[in-house]
């Protein structure tokens, strides 16, 4: 699976974003897409992840009521809507894949998923 994030910039607190990423490579609709974050000196952290369907989404507590992910499967993408931008959210946003989940199922953990994109950074000034 080959991901291409994009939307990453800099924007302002209280601003909004919008991230997408396309998948290439598998089946779309077999794959439980999540998003993730990392930012200087701090471990990747999990941000929000979507089942096969879109139906079951889970989010960190962090972003909660702020973030919202989504995903098109006739155009293999899953987006990720941020609202409310603080400057703690400030770091590079990675999408990945899960290739080995089932329906009605997501995953939280990074070491669930097997394919990585390269990252877009996102840069909230306060």
């Known amino acids: 699976v080959q991901l291409q994030a994009s939307g990453g910039g800099l924007v302002q607190a209280g601003g909004s974003l919008r991230l997408s990423c396309v998948a290439s490579?598998?089946?779309?609709?077999?794959?439980?897409m999540g998003w993730f974050r990392q930012a200087p000196g701090k471990e990747r952290e999990f941000v929000a992840s979507i089942s096969w369907a879109g139906t079951i989404k889970d989010y960190a507590d962090s972003v909660k009521g702020r973030f919202t992910t989504s995903r098109d499967n006739a155009k293999n993408t899953v987006a990720l809507q941020m609202n409310n931008l603080k400057p703690e959210d400030t770091a590079v946003y990675y999408c990945a894949a899960d290739d080995n989940s089932v329906a009605g199922a997501t995953t939280t953990r990074a070491n669930g998923y097997e394919y990585w994109g390269r990252g877009t950074q996102v840069t909230v000034s306060s």
């Open positions: 490579g598998r089946t779309f609709g077999r794959l439980v």
